[in-house]
C-alpha cells in the first residue's frame, strides 16, 4: 500500500499544472506579505513619519510606550497625545490614520473632532481585560491569508481534480481489472490526493507565517484582536481573543477547509467523466454560499457558515457565538468538515469501483 499511495502522490505532483499552481501561490504569498509590509505607513504625530520599514519601527515604539493593559487613563493619555492640531476639513476623526495605535483609540473614544467621546474603557469592553500593543502587521498577515487560502483551495481542486476523472477513456480498464484495482488503488489515489492537500497547505501556511515573523517579530502576539485600528474586519469578532489564538482559529479552518474541498473534488472527480467537468463542479459547489441571500442575523447563518468557504473567509463563522469554556462556535467545523472528506472518500472509492470499463 505504501508503494502504490507513493506512486499517487508522485502521479498528482508531477502533473504541470499542479507545479505551476503550487508555484504561483508560494509566490503569491511572499509578494502579498512583502507588498503589505512596504505599502504600510505611519506618522508619530511630531515629526517621524515613514513607509514599510520605518513605518513598522514608528508602530511598534508607539505601541511599547502604551503596552499593557488598556485603562481609561491609557486612554485620556493617547487622547491628548494624538489630538488632530489640524483642521480635519468635515472628516470624523474616527477615521484618521496617523498610526495603527492613535487609529485603534480613535475608532472608540473619538468624537467627529478628535476629542474624548465620554466613554470610558468599561463602557466599550465590558469587564474585559484588554491587552494592548503592536497587533497591526499579524492582522494584517491574517487578511492576506483570506485571499492567499481562498485560491489556494482552487489549487486544491486543480490537483485533486484528474485523480479518479483522468483515468477514464484511458487507464481505468487497467486498474479496475488488476488484482487490487477495486480496493487498493483506489484507496492509494484517496490517501495520496489527502496527503498531497495537507502537504501543501502546510508548506504554504509555514512561509506566510516565516515571512510574517522575519517582518514583524513576535510582538503583539498576546493582544487583543478587540483593540484593532480601523479597516481591520478582525475587530467585528466580538470576542476578547488575543492575535495568537485567532491565528490559531485561523490556521484549523484553513485545514477544514482543505480537507472538505478535498473530499467534495474527490467524489465529483469519481462522478465526472473528465477533468474540467470535474473542476468546475467542485469550485461551483465550493462558492456555492457565495450566493445564498441569507444574513447573519439569520437563524440558518450558523449553518451555512459552517460551509467549507466560510471557514477561509472566517470572521463571519467566529463571530457566531462563544461555547462553554470560552471555545468559539467556529470549532464546529472540525466535524463538519470531517464528515464532508469522510463522505467523499467513500463516494468516490464506490464510484470508481463500480465503473463499467468498456
Request: with cysteine.
Amino acid at each position: 500500500m505504501k508503494r502504490l499511495i507513493s506512486f499517487e502522490l508522485k502521479k498528482i505532483f508531477a502533473r504541470r499544472l499542479t507545479q505551476a499552481s503550487v508555484a504561483a501561490i508560494l509566490l503569491i504569498s511572499i509578494a502579498f506579505g512583502f507588498s503589505t509590509y512596504q505599502n504600510m505607513y505611519a506618522f508619530d504625530g511630531i515629526s517621524e513619519e515613514g513607509a514599510g520599514q520605518a513605518a513598522v519601527a514608528i508602530d511598534k515604539a508607539i505601541a511599547e510606550k502604551y503596552a499593557g493593559i488598556l485603562t481609561d487613563e491609557k486612554v485620556q493619555q493617547m487622547m491628548t497625545d494624538f489630538k488632530p492640531t489640524q483642521d480635519l476639513h468635515g472628516m470624523n476623526a474616527a477615521y484618521l490614520y496617523q498610526n495603527a495605535m492613535q487609529s485603534a483609540v480613535f475608532r472608540r473614544f473619538s468624537d467627529p473632532e478628535g476629542n474624548w467621546n465620554g466613554l470610558r474603557v468599561s463602557d466599550v469592553f465590558g469587564e474585559e481585560e484588554i491587552r494592548i500593543g503592536y497587533t497591526c502587521g499579524w492582522l494584517l498577515t491574517s487578511q492576506n491569508m483570506i485571499k492567499i487560502f481562498m485560491m489556494l483551495s482552487l489549487v486544491i481542486v486543480i490537483m485533486t481534480a484528474p485523480v479518479f476523472s483522468g483515468e477514464y477513456g484511458g487507464l481505468d480498464p487497467i486498474i479496475l481489472t488488476s488484482k487490487y484495482g477495486k480496493t487498493k488503488c483506489a484507496t492509494a489515489k484517496i490517501i495520496a490526493s489527502i496527503l498531497a492537500s495537507l502537504i501543501v497547505t502546510a508548506v504554504v501556511l509555514v512561509i506566510n507565517l516565516i515571512c510574517a515573523f522575519m517582518l514583524y517579530g513576535s510582538s503583539g502576539l498576546d493582544c487583543s484582536i478587540l483593540f484593532a485600528p480601523e479597516g481591520f474586519v478582525e475587530g467585528y469578532i466580538p470576542f476578547n481573543i488575543s492575535c495568537r489564538v485567532l491565528l490559531r482559529y485561523q490556521s484549523l479552518l484553513v485545514f477544514t477547509d482543505v480537507i472538505s474541498v478535498t473530499g467534495i473534488t474527490l467524489a465529483l472527480s469519481a462522478v465526472c467523466k473528465n477533468q474540467m467537468a470535474a473542476f468546475a463542479a467542485s469550485a461551483a459547489i465550493y462558492l456555492f454560499p457565495v450566493m445564498l441571500p441569507i444574513s447573519e442575523t439569520s437563524p440558518f447563518f450558523q449553518i451555512v457558515a459552517l460551509l467549507p468557504l466560510n471557514h477561509i473567509q472566517f470572521v463571519s463563522l467566529m463571530s457566531v457565538r462563544q461555547m462553554s469554556g470560552g471555545v468559539l462556535y467556529a470549532l464546529w467545523a472540525v466535524p463538519v468538515a470531517l464528515v464532508i472528506m469522510g463522505t467523499g472518500m467513500v463516494l468516490s472509492h464506490r464510484t470508481f469501483a463500480r465503473h463499467q470499463v468498456v
